[in-house]
């Protein structure tokens, strides 16, 4: 019998997130010492595939990362990201509107941040701020966040039709240790600039972010969401290098072969004088 990957395990296939354990450890090491050591590992790895992927020019991959605050995504780009080549990397990070992005379509700024061909992308939050914020906050209509989630869908499907993978995260943490997280940053003044009194207001509608999380992850699988337990920093990396290590081998990156005669070229070198 094959041994389930780490896509099998934490693919979501039905979407109920009080079923979801947030310090779970469905899959893999068992604690921060393996995690560590395999991570190291998958970086090695991982760098090889990005570099293939970097030369064959052909194919690029978005990695999406969602979850509330303090769920990780910035530790998620510096721990599992931070191991390949920056060079062959492209990361944005989608904040609230300006006036000018408000006056295009919701995609019109997702569109402009898109990975190039040998490029791996991350989005440190995405278009699904566009579904939402709004709907927590009551400025879209229920006919209206049913219009954007089939524009996610047909877009996602139009990056795949392009030679975009699209691997999406949701970083599913709990409460309790958002608020450990959040009162950490209060007591650092190291992590000052972290913190924001807009925070709390978040941290005080989890319930209506947590119904929206469940519609926006029902409805827009156009492309499949992987549900990542994120109260165990060590194991939110792990696993999301781990599915990211797993979509690169699927997609099986070719080094080019050499457009001119190998041969031919060393002998130039061989013969050739510097000083002449």
Known sequence: MARKSVRDVL??????LAALDPAGRPIGPKNKKEAAEELADTGAELADLQEALYAEDQRAVLLVLQGMDTSGKGGTIRHVVGLVNPQGLHIASFKKPTPAERRHHFLWRVRKLLPEPGRIGVFDRSHYEDVLVPKVEGQLSAAGARTRYREIN???????????????????????????????RLDDPRKHWKYTPADIDG?????????????????CSATPWYAVPADRKWYRN?????LLLETLRELDPKFPPPAYDIEAEKARLLNADPLA
């Open 203 to 219: 941290r005080s509608k989890w319930s209506r972010y947590q119904q929206a999380y469940t519609a926006a992850l029902k409805h």
């Open 154 to 184: 047909d877009f996602e499907r139009e990056l795949a039709e392009s030679g975009v993978t699209v691997l999406k995260c949701f970083l599913h943490i709990s409460p309790d240790v958002q608020r450990e997280r959040l009162l950490a």
């Open 238 to 242: 792990w696993a999301v290098s781990r």
């Open 11 to 16: 693919r979501l296939d039905t979407v109920d």
